[in-house]
């Protein structure tokens, strides 16, 4: 009704999966640069450049990053949206309580200014 | 500040919120135990709240519907699991149909409330509730639960400041 989402349909399930996992926040992180390939990235971790292209491929499956093709490189890009789609939903959700919390807090005020009630 | 922290897991589809009053463990239980109170806060002022049914006991059932600016009237139920007055309150939050049973196509989350006095007559109240699946959390949002939704900031360093911990954020 009022929370929309414009961005085309999101697997949140695979989203959150996907970040589930420090190695593949850190690549997130890593590839808003948009400027390494899978090999390149690879050389941060101390593991096989076939596990980092796993947690890459996971990541591109969840819609959190892609690869583009510049000249003959293959790059790996954040995909900004992806991830603030994942963010914004549990900030809307503290909204929710904030406000509930808001009106507890004010019956609470008004109860004791009511000491009969 | 009412609110004292917020930390959101979203790899545990989890958000614990804690606050504090200015009141005992006994007045904050009350917010929850007394069916008026409660329905002066569940809903937002756009969607006010009616208790219709309050058995505050496991196994028990609250059933309420909210009315909207423009007359609908969704309606939900808590299934009460566990109840420690005035100190512990856990129950299953779903969505319910007209008559009040259960709809299962709609998105249920548990709400896990623990009540502790912290001295000087003020009282921490910490409000854990955890989504099914991350589906369920989208389309609980989705549903128009809260009005005039503020729109998140949506900040990629936040996001990517937590790198795993829980993060306390604190505004």
């Known amino acids: 009704m009022v929370v929309s989402v414009q961005i085309a349909p999101p697997d949140f399930d695979r989203m959150f999966g996907a970040l589930a996992d420090a190695t593949r926040r850190d690549l997130v992180r890593r590839a808003i640069e948009g400027e390494e390939g899978v090999a390149e990235l690879a050389s941060h971790y101390p593991m096989s450049f076939a596990a980092v292209q796993k947690h890459v491929a996971i990541l591109a499956r969840a819609g959190l990053v892609t690869k583009k093709r510049i000249g003959r490189r293959k790059v790996v890009r954040t995909n900004l949206e992806g991830l603030r789609v994942a963010r914004r939903l549990l900030d809307e959700y503290e909204e929710l309580w904030r406000g509930r919390i808001g009106r507890m807090a004010a019956l609470v005020a008004e109860n004791r200014k009511e000491p009969n009630r | 500040m009412t609110v004292t922290a917020v930390r959101k897991d979203p790899e545990g589809l989890t958000m614990t919120l804690d606050a504090e009053f200015d009141a005992s463990p006994e007045r904050v239980w009350q917010l929850w135990a007394d069916p008026r109170q409660l329905e002066r806060w569940w809903g937002p ?35 009460v699991l566990e109840v420690d007055a005035p100190r512990r309150l856990v129950f299953r939050d779903g969505f319910a149909d007209a008559d009040g049973r259960p709809n299962s196509d709609m998105p ?25 699946d991350a589906a369920a959390m989208e389309q609980l949002l989705a549903m128009g639960m809260e009005q005039g939704l503020t729109e998140a900031a949506g900040q990629i360093d936040a996001i990517l400041a937590e790198d795993g911990v829980p993060t306390t954020t604190a505004r």
């Open chain 2, 45 to 79: 002022p756009t969607y006010p709240a009616t208790v219709t049914a309050h058995d505050l006991r496991p196994g028990g059932r609250v059933e309420y519907h909210m009315t909207g600016p423009e007359g609908d009237q969704p309606h939900g139920y808590w299934e």
């Open chain 2, 108 to 132: 249920i989350n548990d709400v896990r409330v623990a009540i502790s006095d912290i001295g000087a007559g003020r009282t921490r109240m910490s409000i854990e509730s955890i989504f099914p």
